[in-house]
């Protein structure tokens, strides 16, 4: 057999719902994927990427074969007309077949790049009457499987922004949730925006006439109107509204304004110690809070922990603390021992976010 006929011959397994999607209001990932230095991508593919993640359950053990939606998943608040909806979610598929994740260590002695699609399979990445199907590559699975550290937000307000770097912006601005604030420097902020030093095909840094590596926006004034105008117009109204102040450089050995060398971006929401009311539509969520507060742990402490433990690590401290009441060293003081305990675990979670934050801005 000739091989074009044999290719002809290979099953392609159709692109119609199989399954019902189960999407939740809040969307979770994975610190090293929300830091890691992602290409600019557009809002589509973002948006599609946004209804993949949001089907992976908190006691999921392995990824889905593959993920399905309706293209209504996407469009809905997006300003996409059904018209040109074909076309958009066809771009969108194409650019997630084409990315490509690069991983490196602290230490810079290991690399690696992943494909974020599969397709290798013979069930397809396509679109077909109304339905996306997506494969995530399997080897990405210890990103989005049981992960303990990870951003969530909520995925109605992702979902209507129009503007990459907003979308960017949610996503870093909800890591930084417990102090309200982010400051980069500005190498460190080009890298999160993808206005970085421009590269050829092989991973080389482009040059300018001078010598000098090229870069987006080379001009601050330019980075700051490009990237910040967007974000703090589509935000305003969420929960992560913010303002932002340069940082400048403390001396200046020459005559002229004083150089940008960073930002401060400063949350406008403080952390008042409330259970978000979001929190409690979800079924998941609104359980563990209930079982918290049956163990005595305050609402302050859940409201300002809780994301940091995550859900699955908070259902084993309360199989614990059962396990011990069931035995001969029960809990006298289920408000003292259980919100001293969940505190401390707390703490401990949000210094190793801090630590991987800033291992991954480098």
């Not at 925006?193 to 000098?212: F, L, S, T």
């Not at 930002?263 to 918290?292: C, M, S």
């Not at 919100?339 to 630590?355: H, P, S, T, Y």
Request: proline share 3%; hydrophobic share 35%; glycine share 4%.
């Amino acid at each position: 057999m000739k091989q074009d006929d044999k290719r002809s011959t290979q099953l392609v397994l159709p692109l119609e719902l199989t399954y019902e999607p189960r999407h939740k209001d809040i969307v979770r990932q994975h610190w090293n994927v929300t830091f890691a230095r992602q290409g600019r991508m557009s809002v589509g593919a973002k948006r599609i990427m946004a209804r993949v993640i949001d089907q992976i359950r908190d006691d999921d053990f392995k990824l889905r074969p593959y993920y399905q939606f309706r293209i209504s998943d996407i469009i809905t608040e997006a300003g996409i007309t059904k018209e040109t909806a074909y076309k958009e979610v066809q771009g969108s598929l194409r650019e997630l077949l084409a990315a490509i994740w690069e991983f490196e260590s602290l230490d810079k002695s290991e690399w690696f790049a992943r494909h974020l699609l599969d397709s290798t399979k013979d069930r397809a990445v396509g679109y077909k009457d109304g339905i996306i199907t997506v494969l995530l590559n399997p080897q990405l699975e210890p990103y989005f499987i049981q992960i303990a550290h990870y951003t969530k937000y909520q995925l109605n307000n992702y979902m209507s922004l129009k503007s990459w770097y907003s979308m960017r912006f949610f996503e870093i601005l909800s890591a930084f949730r417990d102090t309200g604030v982010w400051s980069p420097t500005i190498d460190q902020y080009r890298q999160m925006m993808d206005c970085w030093h421009e590269k050829d095909k092989r991973g080389k840094v482009k040059k300018d006439k001078n010598g000098n590596p090229k870069m987006k926006y080379p001009l601050t004034k330019d980075l700051i109107s490009r990237t910040m105008t967007e974000p703090l117009e589509e935000l305003a109204g969420t929960n992560l509204a913010f303002t932002y102040e340069p940082t400048y450089e403390a001396d200046r050995m020459t005559r002229g304004r004083k150089k940008i060398i960073g930002f401060k971006f400063t949350l406008l929401r403080k952390q008042d110690g409330k259970i978000p009311e979001y929190w409690l539509q979800n079924n998941a969520v609104a359980r563990v809070v209930a079982n918290l507060r049956a163990w005595m742990v305050t609402e302050r402490n859940i409201a300002f922990y809780l994301e940091d433990i995550g859900t699955t690590a908070a259902n084993r401290l309360i199989y614990e603390w059962q396990l011990k009441e069931n035995s001969d060293k029960r809990i006298d003081n289920r408000a003292k021992y259980c919100n001293a305990v969940f505190v401390r675990i707390g703490k401990a979670a949000q210094e190793a976010l801090k630590q991987e934050v800033q291992a991954a801005l480098g």
